[in-house]
């Protein structure tokens, strides 16, 4: 990559920031019926269907727990104006952003104190109602099967379980095919060199609207984007955060959870948000075939809350 040295690295810099923090739970999974019957995690975890009820109890897990991994569950921002119709814009006043185009529709403009106060009063309500914090789930899903995310942890450990290698995957350099579901065409991306102007970067956050294949992140990521932005901070950057909500549409991208479609779809999405070489764009989507993709040059990167497999 040939980004300026004081920008930092870019936005694959970033997107390896929020793959090292957002350690989360992964896709979809059977709840366990009582039997005997033995089930493999892999060719060195197995266990027996009383087995895995017992690190249930052991662990205070719940089916909600479970439910939550798998999601059964309703998103936890579901009925406030984050997960709605509405296209949201959030920066740090509350106005609109400067350099927002005229032609651009949107429904609101709030500041991200509003932001956090509802997704941390949704959070509580979640707590009450389902008895789940969307901020600290307590199930992985690995290779299918739901696991205490404790029970996980110990089993990386000690070798058993291998943890998704991220950066084999992580970086795209070619044009790419974008499935349409009945074709594919070819999309060109266009190769970027962003650096910061006057020590200063805008970084666009467009959050996956809720869809049929769930894309919308069912668990929290305003923390996780938040400190991994914040590590700019040591090379001099000051960081412009502008969230959009309920403006990115990925229900057309098969396979659904395919990293690379989706980075080429949040691209085509939103390339109008670039206007100078300081415009960064981050996608954040619920699960992915690894927890970040970035385009090297580029100003897009992908990142997910669940990865398939183990993350």
């Not at 509802?118 to 959070?123: D, G, K, L, M, W």
């Not at 379980?161 to 999309?187: H, Q």
């Not at 699960?287 to 090297?296: C, E, I, L, P, Q």
Request: charged share 25%; hydrophobic share 35%.
């Amino acid at each position: 990559m040939n980004t300026k040295k004081k920008f930092g690295i870019g936005t694959l810099f970033l997107a390896i920031f929020l793959v090292s923090i957002a350690v989360v739970p992964t896709a979809s999974a059977d709840i366990i019926s009582s039997s005997d019957e033995e089930i493999s995690v892999n060719e060195n975890i197995t266990y027996t269907d009383a087995e895995l009820q017992d690190l249930y109890l052991k662990y205070n897990i719940s089916e909600n727990d479970i439910k939550f991994a798998m999601n059964e569950l309703p998103n936890f921002l579901e009925g406030t104006i984050l997960c709605s119709d509405k296209r949201v814009i959030v920066t740090k006043d509350g106005n609109p952003p400067k350099n927002l185009k005229q032609d651009i529709n949107f429904d609101i403009v709030i500041s991200e104190q509003e932001m956090k106060n509802i997704i941390e009063e949704a959070s509580k309500n979640y707590i009450e109602t389902y008895n789940v914090d969307p901020n600290n789930p307590q199930v992985d899903i690995v290779n299918g099967y739901a696991l205490p995310e404790k029970e996980v942890k110990k089993l990386v450990e000690s070798g058993k379980l291998s943890i998704i290698d991220d950066e084999k995957t992580l970086m795209e350099f070619e044009n790419s095919s974008v499935s349409t579901g009945t074709s594919a065409i070819t999309f060109t991306h266009i190769y970027r060199n962003p650096y910061q102007i006057s020590n200063k970067i805008n970084v666009n956050i467009f959050v996956a609207k809720e869809d049929s294949n769930h894309h919308a992140p069912t668990e929290s990521y305003y923390q996780d984007t938040v400190d991994a932005l914040s590590r700019f901070e040591s090379y001099g950057i000051t960081v412009n955060r502008i969230w959009h909500y309920n403006f990115w549409d990925a229900s057309d991208v098969t396979p659904y959870e395919q990293s690379s479609s989706l980075l080429d779809d949040l691209e085509e999405d939103a390339t109008w948000i670039i206007e100078n070489p300081n415009d960064i764009v981050i996608g954040w989507v619920n699960s992915m075939d690894n927890n970040g993709r970035a385009w090297r040059p580029g100003s897009f990167s992908v990142c997910a809350v669940t990865a398939i497999g183990v993350d």
